[in-house]
């Protein structure tokens, strides 16, 4: 679609380009602020606030239990996303289109909904403050973004490879196995990076599941910033940005399935 | 005694709610034979080779093997071979990983498989690219990679849908040779899908004409271009001029027909006619000659009209005559012997009544 | 016609393919899938339907004690307020952006489709800590309005109810951006081109053809902008002041300080059928623009 660009439109596009970027953006230079007044621009460059995250135990333990549950949803989303995204895709049955809905009943209900929900059920399973607890919670709150993913996939793979494969003797597992799976490697490494990056940053469901000593980076940071703002803040939300930057670029570039 | 055709296709039907896309298809197929399910787009040829694959179940009817029924059998265990017209191969895996895939399946050793994939690489003449990925090959190439996969565990049969589909005219023509030396040199038993009539004429055995989920006619090339049995049929395989009249009766062997237009016409005997019936006449243009009206044209059936258009083709001069308001004609003549006649000259057309086929529906 | 055909002939009149054995075989490879949905987000939901009619007993006592309560009807009033508004805005923002990237050449459109999906995938919280940062007292925009106008601005910007719009629609613009650049990308050229050989000025153009192909992506956002919208939960606690708390901020508190899981669960329900409602009067929206 290429009509002339207006100046105006120009001018206006910019501007809410520039309103997105600019919180991305401010935290950089802040975080290598040499003060603990919160200033900009900061006084002085120092690797201060970077020291203060890296040393301290609190933050150290927060940022480990946000890997590890993060690490544990990839592996579950991906687990039950990949294999119910072939059979929405491939499987002609009717019932596909019940179950199609029933996967992406997440996205339709407000996360604080389903996050009390989880709350007073794993209380009453005597999970609640668990990493298992965090771990299934976010896998549920990502499997329609890890399905939707994959289905993209999925779709941009010629169908008759699969069809060729039966027909050569191959069963149905066979083909999924060494024949579907390596053909959307791409995809699915891209669904595991945003399913890891959605659980790493998620506050609703953690604020409701994690207890003191299964706090994750989002719930430390959620606390501090409501009690002081702290600059060290600053630091973390760079490096936070960072990895959000690669996992998107990186995702993007796989999305798409070998031809 | 009768052979057991390698493959039966008893009225087989293929119903989606209310779009029926194959309606009661009974065919046999005979060991070697080279079959091609021919007919326009969307007319059920891929369905029946589909549910012949078993990659599409029927709702009625029965698909058997060597007499046994198969009907049910899914289709990783019918021992088919299949080639598609977007090739299909696997492009994570290696030239040589693809046509080794089925034979891993089959688990056969390690170097029986490098010995049977590399005969068929040399089958297909690709010897040297057995390391090369997919996307590393031209298109032909790529499609005799999927003929070696298609027979390198030998099949009962190879199924093939529009296999030269996606290839250019060069291309075609020469996939066109392998394949038919590949049936030769195997012998080997083909179900070929095609919508071009040409590919079908020169490539097959027998042809199977499919139009709207129905099979219509069944026959050799030959049988198909100069004796076909529906209109259909005769317009499409070849060209045809097609003609309506009515059943006079036999006389001195050979069957009269009355043109709508007026004239008697005298064409192959053909049983089953009531006298008085609709017909209609195929004429192949190759098959009439035009002669000036002082011309001896003792025996031949003949029809006066005007030269609406006539033009070089090359091999062939191509005359559209008019006959009547309606009707026009058209002829063939190779260009190296025959007279030109110039537009709007009036003359004659004729033709051996035996080259006449007269056709009921 | 022979016993065998005749059969087939009743067979074929029923109208339906039989499925083969591989369709039923991979519908069983969302078996993992639907148990964990169903132990992890149908069962919860069930609890949280019934805690909101269980305290000691069965009642609708948590109902009633919501619905009486002043404190709920300006929650909610503000809620739908700030949801509305910042759809309303965010939809307003996003769509000329989109327009924008839609009219760029591949490779600038792929730099522009990152921009977006930066602050897409940037963690809410470090969104929240800039956003303070830029608009608190001492924050980017105050000091540089003093330093260079010599301005004191009277009002805050943040913990306020601008601060919780400016949160909200940062967060919402990227959710309009992509239904709506992929319904203008989508739309075929010739159209517009018909319509400027016709006469049509570039505006008319816009309004006559663009915009009305495009109003599916806009139910499309608005619909989504507004079912999270109206759960959010962080923006208003972080960048909010009292009188901006929202319905889960709501549910919040009874949970975790007056430890009262059945009117938690009520508001939560409430919430539910509110956004359900919103969400089925948008798409009624969408099918009286069919007609």
Redesign the interface.
């Known amino acids: ?3 002339h ?1 207006s100046l105006p ?2 001018i ?2 910019g501007l ?2 520039a ?6 953006l ?2 950089i230079p ?1 975080s290598f602020s040499d003060s603990r ?4 621009p900061p006084s002085g460059f120092s690797w201060m606030l970077y020291r203060e995250y890296f040393a301290g135990p609190e933050w150290v333990a927060a940022t480990i239990e946000s890997t590890l549950v993060a690490t544990g949803v990839t592996a ?1 989303s991906l ?3 990949v ?2 995204a ?3 895709v ?4 009717f ?2 289109a019940i ?1 199609r809905a ?2 992406m ?2 996205m ?7 996050a ?6 794993f209380a ?1 399973l005597g999970i609640s403050g668990s990493t298992l607890a965090l771990i ?2 976010h ?2 709150h990502n ?1 329609p973004f890890v ?1 939707l993913v994959v289905i993209a996939g999925l779709r941009q793979v ?1 169908p ?2 699969e ?10 597992l ?1 083909v ?1 196995f060494s ?1 579907v799976l ?2 959307i ?1 791409g995809p699915i490494a891209a669904a595991g990076m ?1 399913s890891f ?1 959605i659980s ?2 998620e ?2 469901i953690a ?2 599941l994690s207890s003191p000593r299964t706090m994750t980076l ?1 719930i430390k ?2 606390s501090s ?2 009690w002081e ?1 702290s600059p060290v ?2 630091a973390i ?1 760079t490096l ?2 960072l990895l ?2 690669v ?3 990186l995702g ?1 570039a796989l999305r798409r399935p ?2 | 005694m009768t052979v057991t055709p390698i493959v039966s296709v008893r009225n087989a039907s293929v119903v989606y709610g209310k779009t029926v896309a194959l309606h009661d298809a009974t065919i046999d197929i005979a060991k070697g034979d080279f079959l091609t399910l021919l007919g326009p787009s969307g007319s059920g040829k891929t369905t029946l080779l589909n549910s012949i ?3 599409v179940p029927l709702s009625s009817g029965q698909i058997l093997v060597e007499g046994t029924d198969m009907t049910a059998v ?9 080639v ?1 017209q ?1 090739y ?5 895996l290696t030239v040589f990983e693809n046509i080794a ?2 034979l891993r ?2 688990h056969m050793d390690s170097s029986q498989i490098r010995t049977k994939v590399m005969e068929a690489l040399d089958l297909v003449r690709l010897a040297g690219l057995a390391e090369r990925r997919p ?1 590393q090959l031209s298109g032909g190439q790529q499609q005799r990679v ?1 003929l070696a ?1 298609a027979v390198v ?1 030998q099949p009962k049969v190879i ?1 093939m849908d529009e296999p030269l589909g996606a290839l250019d005219k060069q291309l075609r023509e020469g996939l066109q040779g392998e394949i038919r030396h590949l049936h030769a040199m195997l012998g080997a038993t083909v179900v070929y899908v095609t919508h071009d009539q040409e590919e079908a004429l020169s490539m097959s055995t027998r042809i199977a004409l499919i139009s709207d989920a129905r099979v219509c006619e069944v026959g050799t090339p030959h049988d198909m271009y100069f004796r076909p049995r529906s209109v259909f049929a005769a317009g499409f395989v070849g060209t045809s001029n097609l003609l309506k009249g009515r059943y006079r009766g036999d006389a001195d062997g050979w069957s009269t027909v009355e043109l709508a237009g007026g004239g008697l016409v005298r064409g192959a005997p053909t049983v089953g006619l009531n006298t008085g019936a609709e017909v209609t006449l195929m004429l192949r243009p190759e098959a009439i000659d035009l002669a000036t009206l002082d011309d001896a044209t003792a025996g031949l059936n003949l029809l006066e009209g005007e030269v609406a258009d006539h033009s070089l083709q090359g091999t062939t001069w191509r005359t559209v005559v008019a006959v009547d308001a309606q009707t026009r004609i058209v002829v063939q003549r190779l260009s190296r012997v025959a007279r030109s006649f110039p537009v709007q000259s009036r003359v004659r057309l004729c033709w051996r009544p035996e080259d006449t086929v007269i056709l009921t529906h | 016609m022979s016993a065998v055909s005749a059969a087939s002939v009743a067979d074929a009149t029923h109208g339906r393919a039989r ?1 083969a054995a ?13 148990v ?2 169903a132990a ?6 069930v ?2 339907a019934l ?1 909101s009619l269980y305290r000691e007993g069965f009642t609708i006592a948590g109902y009633e004690q919501i619905l009486g309560s002043t404190l709920f009807w300006r929650i909610l009033r503000t809620t739908l307020e700030i949801t509305l508004e910042a759809s309303l805005l965010s939809l307003l ?2 769509y ?2 989109a ?5 760029l ?1 591949r490779t600038p459109r792929a730099i ?8 897409f ?14 608009l ?1 007292e ?3 925009i105050k ?1 540089m309005l003093r330093q260079f106008l010599s301005l004191e601005l009277g009002t805050s910007l943040v913990f306020n109810r601008i601060g919780v719009m400016v949160g909200m629609v ?1 967060f919402l ?2 959710f309009c951006v992509f239904p709506i650049l992929n319904n ?2 989508a ?1 075929p ?1 010739e159209l ?1 081109r018909a319509a400027l050989i016709m006469g049509a000025s ?1 505006r008319q153009v816009f309004f006559r053809v663009t915009f009305l192909l495009s109003l599916p992506a806009i139910v499309a956002s608005a619909i989504m902008t507004v ?1 999270l919208s ?2 959010v ?2 923006t208003p ?2 960048l909010g002041g009292r009188r901006d708390m929202m ?2 901020n709501l ?2 508190y009874y ?1 975790r300080e007056a430890l009262d ?1 059945t009117m ?2 009520a508001l ?2 409430m ?2 059928l509110i ?1 359900g409602a919103l ?1 089925w009067v948008l798409s009624r929206v969408d099918s009286i623009d069919r007609h």
Not at chain 1, 19 to 24: E, K, T, V, Y
Not at chain 3, 22 to 34: G, L, M, N, T
Not at chain 3, 40 to 45: A, C, D, G, Q
């Open positions: 679609m290429v009509d660009i439109l120009k206006a596009a809410v380009f309103f997105l970027i600019a919180p991305s401010i935290v802040m007044e919160i200033m900009f579950l687990a039950t996303g294999p119910v072939y059979a929405l491939r499987s002609r049955l019932g596909v179950i029933f996967v009943m997440p339709l209900v407000p996360t604080i909904v389903f009390l929900g989880l709350y007073i059920y009453r299934l919670g896998s549920v499997l399905v010629n008759n490879i069809v060729a494969a039966q027909v050569l003797g191959a069963s149905v066979r999924f024949v390596p053909m490697a945003f990056l790493f940053d506050v609703v604020w409701f989002p940071m959620y910033i409501q703002v803040l600053a939300s936070l940005t959000s930057l996992i998107c670029v993007v070998e031809a | 694959a078993g990659v899914p289709p990783n265990r019918r021992g088919f071979g299949m598609f977007n299909a191969l696997m492009p994570h895939f089925p399946i089959r996307k999927a996969r565990y199924l | 499925r591989p369709d039923y075989q991979k519908a069983w490879f969302s078996a993992p899938a639907v964990l949905i992890v987000f149908v069962i919860p939901l609890i949280v805690q923002l996003g000329p952006l327009y924008y990237i839609a009219q050449d522009a489709m990152i921009l977006v999906l930066l602050p995938w940037t963690s809410i919280l470090v969104k929240s800590f800039a956003f303070i940062v830029i608190g001492q924050g980017i000091t940062h613009i990227p203008l990308l739309q050229p517009r570039r079912v109206i759960g939960f962080v606690a972080l319905v889960a549910i919040d949970t899981w938690a669960a939560a329900v919430l539910l956004s969400i």
